[in-house]
């Protein structure tokens, strides 16, 4: 074991991991960002306010029961350096790590207990290939070490490989995702509450679809997670 740490602690030395948000060494107890960059994180508080910005975009369009988001994601701005570093350059720990410090957020909020289990906004399986995992999964399962909520990848499928939601206007987002989710046989979600956890909100449109469909079920409820919500 004595081994081991020096080893770990010489390539530290020689090769310390980086601040995502400012590119200097972090320090022990410091994971992905470090202290200070963390702190700039632009948070919403809003897990514990019944009525948020986050639940008014679905306000009408679903029913649901509580949601939250964890930080604003603005142009330029540090969560969307982050996303895109886990979307886009594998850096997969970005994920885990947005999801536990929401996830102890959520902790604190008191509603997160009523929670069932955390369903991922899922793949289509040629995008899951493609990229090779699903930054939602990945957020789910911070949240889940952080909650102890169980996460279920399985139940939750991907029917359509739809396209880019990113140039699209509110309505054809909506379109683009119509029949695009499906539940899987024998997935036993009757009268569970389900969090249904997803990377960045901007109109809804795809969580939307996913519990209009999860709805389909009996007596399920509905509560929403996102690491971010898009502002201009």
């Known amino acids: 074991m004595q081994l081991r740490q020096l080893i770990q602690g010489l390539t530290h030395l020689f090769y310390p991991h980086l601040c995502e948000g400012c590119n200097k060494p972090l320090i022990a107890n410091e994971w992905i960002l470090c202290i200070s960059c963390e702190a700039q ?33 603005t142009d330029e701005g540090l969560l969307q350096h982050l996303i895109h570093g886990l979307k886009y350059k594998n850096k997969q720990d970005i994920g885990r790590y947005l999801g536990s410090i929401f996830g102890q957020q959520l902790n604190s909020s008191g509603w ?36 102890g909520i169980p996460v279920y990848n399985n139940i939750l499928l991907r029917t359509r490989n739809t396209e880019s939601q990113t140039k699209k206007s509110r309505s054809e987002r909506v379109d683009n995702m119509k029949n ?45 997670a996102t690491i971010g919500i898009a502002v201009s």
Do not use: W
């Open 41 to 73: 994180l632009p948070e919403t508080g809003n897990c514990t306010i019944p009525e948020n910005e986050t639940g008014l975009r679905f306000a009408g369009r679903i029913p649901y029961i509580y949601a939250a988001s964890f930080a604003y994601f």
């Open 112 to 147: 997160i207990k009523e929670v069932d289990m955390i369903v991922p906004v899922p793949l289509h399986p040629a995008k899951l290939a493609a990229r090779g995992f699903n930054q939602s999964e990945l957020i789910a399962a911070g949240i889940s070490v952080a909650t």
């Open 180 to 224: 695009a989710f499906c539940i899987s046989e024998n997935s036993n979600i009757n009268g569970k509450h389900i969090l249904i956890c997803d990377d960045i909100l901007t109109t809804g449109a795809t969580i939307e679809a996913c519990a209009l469909t999860l709805s389909t079920e009996k007596s399920i409820k509905i509560s929403i």
